[in-house]
């Protein structure tokens, strides 16, 4: 997605038409020319829809942005996602696009903890690739918290959150960044 201006109005009306074929017009445009804002527009339209090639095409879009003001689009597009398989697209985006989603690696702990075993283990992968700035109070925070869920663990769980006591720790602190 490029940060240039388009017809909002247009777009918006297209995302919402219902027709598969003129979602897809949106999605091509936005690729092209379209910025952050639309997003929660995207994602409303990914919620919705049935088709699998919006899906596939949509969820090809959120894959390749690479602007950090699309973050918190994303993140509330998987807070409020309206069924288990976008939500679990959604997190899979935030570890394949790259992008820096340290600031809500709480999320993706409680994701781990609380959701299906699929999108635990998403979560569980965007833990295991951030490359961030995580303070070191919040990351123990995480560790007891995590360590507390362990004694009501399944056994395929159990081993995720074993290694995430092993993980958070060694993200690396705000310090090793603002030396630089």
């Known amino acids: 997605m490029k940060e240039k201006g388009i017809n909002k109005s247009e777009i918006v009306a297209l995302l919402q ?6 979602i897809a017009e949106a999605v091509a445009m936005l690729r092209e020319n379209g910025d952050s804002s639309f997003l929660p527009e995207v994602i409303f339209v990914l919620n919705d829809s049935k088709d699998p090639l919006t899906i596939r095409s949509i969820l090809g879009l959120l894959a390749d942005i690479k602007h950090t ?7 509330d597009g998987i807070k409020h996602a309206t069924n288990q398989e976008v939500q679990r697209s959604l997190v899979s985006i935030c570890w394949e696009n790259g992008m820096d989603f340290c600031p809500y690696i709480s999320l993706f702990v409680d994701l781990v903890l609380q959701k299906d075993f699929i999108v ?3 979560a569980f992968t965007v833990i295991e690739n951030m490359e961030g700035i995580v303070d070191d ?4 925070r995480l560790v ?6 362990l004694p009501d663990a399944t056994s395929e769980r159990e081993g995720m959150l074993l290694d995430l006591i092993q993980i958070i720790p060694n993200i690396k602190p705000a310090e090793s960044y603002e030396s630089r």
């Open 17 to 22: 038409s219902g027709h598969e074929e003129r």
């Open 69 to 75: 003001n699309a973050i918190p689009y994303i993140i």
């Open 120 to 122: 635990a283990f998403e």
């Open 137 to 140: 109070k919040e990351k123990e």
């Open 144 to 149: 007891t918290l995590i360590e507390s869920q």
